[in-house]
Antibody, heavy 119, light 106 residues
Framework: EVQVLESGGGLVQPGGSLRLSCEASGFTFSNYGMTWVRQVPGKGLEWVSVISRSGGDTYYADSVKGRFTISRDNSKNTLYLQMNTLRAEDTAIYYC????????????WGQGTLVTVSS | MMMTQSPATLSVSPGERATLSCRASQSVSSNLAWYQHKPGQAPRLLIFGASTRATGVPDRFSGSGSGTEFTLTISSLQSEDFAVYYCQQYTFWPPRFGQGTKVEIK
């Protein structure tokens, strides 16, 4: 069974940093692009970042470019999101998602981890 | 590139048909996916390629459309189908979701 499990969320002050992790199982992790999507509580879904199978290609939403870094460790079946210079508007539930037929079709998701940016 | 879903909320009785709409501001060909999201749970892929059901999705869910106009139809609503549904285009970068349609019990 395909599973992805996020961790690392929490409360952080504006300007602070946080690293999210996503542990994958049930599929050959290195064969798939992986994505982070976030949801501000009560709002819709926003795509954040994607990383290619090898990790050699990464892309970001304009809202996080220059502050967030996506990476992966295929030996550990784990995806990461390093979030720096956090802002109140980054407060959201962050979901890890596995790419499917296209890296931009998300066929398996985790339950998310909540990041709260507040003083 | 905007994705607009309508209605924002759809009130339906169990067993009835639900029709959800998604409109793209530019043609996305058939590069359109639908997701189901229940509170506190992982979102679930229902449809990709505008009309292809994902693995394990019941056949009461069907998708149609191409270009700028898309529809998700749930033929006979079951209790487990009450949720928020999102469309998402993947023709243009960045991939973008609609604002969602909440399907609630009438």
């Amino acid at each position: 069974e395909v599973q992805v499990l996020e961790s690392g969320g929490g409360l952080v002050q504006p300007g602070g940093s946080l690293r999210l992790s996503c542990e994958a199982s049930g599929f050959t992790f290195s064969n798939y692009g992986m994505t982070w999507v976030r949801q501000v509580p009560g709002k819709g879904l926003e795509w954040v970042s994607v990383i290619s199978r090898s990790g050699g290609d990464t892309y970001y939403a304009d809202s996080v470019k220059g502050r967030f870094t996506i990476s992966r460790d295929n030996s550990k079946n784990t995806l990461y999101l390093q979030m720096n210079t956090l802002r109140a508007e980054d407060t959201a539930i962050y979901y890890c998602a596995k790419g499917g037929s296209s890296s931009y079709v998300f066929d398996s998701w985790g339950q998310g981890t909540l990041v709260t940016v507040s003083s | 590139m905007m994705m607009t879903q309508s209605p924002a909320t759809l009130s339906v009785s169990p067993g009835e048909r639900a029709t959800l709409s998604c409109r793209a501001s530019q043609s996305v060909s058939s590069n359109l996916a639908w997701y189901q999201h229940k509170p506190g749970q992982a979102p679930r892929l229902l449809i990709f390629g505008a009309s292809t059901r994902a693995t394990g999705v019941p056949d009461r869910f069907s998708g149609s459309g191409s270009g700028t106009e898309f529809t998700l139809t749930i033929s006979s609503l079951q209790s487990e189908d009450f949720a928020v549904y999102y469309c998402q285009q993947y023709t243009f970068w960045p991939p973008r979701f609609g604002q969602g349609t909440k399907v609630e019990i009438k």
